[in-house]
């Protein structure tokens, strides 16, 4: 059974950090592109990180760039996200997301919320 679960998340004073796990389980993960994304309230979800199968090349939205870093641990078939300098508008569900074309597999998300 696949499976992707998110934890890491929870409230934060604006500055702070947060470290956030997706733990997957199922499939063999090392060859799937994993992603971040997040959703505000009233909004649409957007990407916010993403890294390659091996780990190089990670890309981020211009709204985290030198903020956030993504990274993966293909022997615990984790990624992860360390967001600093949080801000107000960081707050939302963040998801994980894996893709090997054609599988595409989501977490169930985790709450961030930033506000003092």
């Known amino acids: 059974q696949v499976q992707l679960v998110e934890s890491g998340g929870g409230l934060v004073q604006p500055g702070g950090s947060l470290r956030l796990a997706c733990s997957a389980s199922g499939f063999t993960c090392r060859r799937f592109r994993w992603s971040w994304y997040r959703q505000a309230p009233g909004k649409e979800r957007e990407m916010v990180a993403v890294i390659s199968a091996g780990g190089e090349f990670p890309n981020y939205a211009d709204s985290v760039k030198g903020r956030f870093t993504v990274s993966r641990d293909n022997a615990k078939n984790t990624l992860y996200l360390q967001m600093n300098s949080l801000k107000p508008e960081d707050t939302g569900v963040y998801y994980c997301?894996?893709?090997?074309?054609?599988?595409?597999?989501w977490g169930q998300g985790t709450q961030v919320t930033v506000s003092s």
């Open positions: 997301k894996a893709i090997f074309t054609p599988n595409v597999y």
